[in-house]
Nanobody, 123 residues
Framework: QVQLVESGGGLVQAGGSLRLSCAAS????????MGWFRQAPGKEREFVAA????????TYADSVKGRFAISRDNAKNTVYLQMNSLKLEDTAVYYC????????????????WGQGTQVTVSS
């Protein structure tokens, strides 16, 4: 049974940093793409960043390019999202997801989801 467990969310001031973690278990993720999505109140869940498990190829939403960095530790089966220069509009529940390596930024491409972790950026 695949499990994705996020951690690392919290309250941070604008301009600050947080690092989210996603511990993955239940299968081998070779050939998968791991993604981070976020959902703010009253808004659709949106793509943030993704990384291919095998090759480490990364993609980012334009809104986070240059501020966020996704990485993975294959030995620990963990994916990270380093978030710097946080803005008020980054406030959301952040979700970890896993899908085939061909997955893009579409929510429907991803098969497995975590429960989410809240990130709140204050002024």
């Amino acid at each position: 049974q695949v499990q994705l467990v996020e951690s690392g969310g919290g309250l941070v001031q604008a301009g600050g940093s947080l690092r989210l973690s996603c511990a993955a278990s239940g299968r081998t993720f070779s050939g998968y793409r791991m993604g981070w999505f976020r959902q703010a109140p009253g808004k659709e869940r949106e793509f943030v960043a993704a990384i291919t498990w095998t090759w480490g190829i990364t993609t980012y939403a334009d809104s986070v390019k240059g501020r966020f960095a996704i990485s993975r530790d294959n030995a620990k089966n963990t994916v990270y999202l380093q978030m710097n220069s946080l803005k008020l509009e980054d406030t959301a529940v952040y979700y970890c997801a896993a899908g085939p390596e061909s997955s893009s930024g579409r929510r429907s491409d991803y098969d497995y989801w975590g429960q989410g972790t809240q990130v709140t950026v204050s002024s």
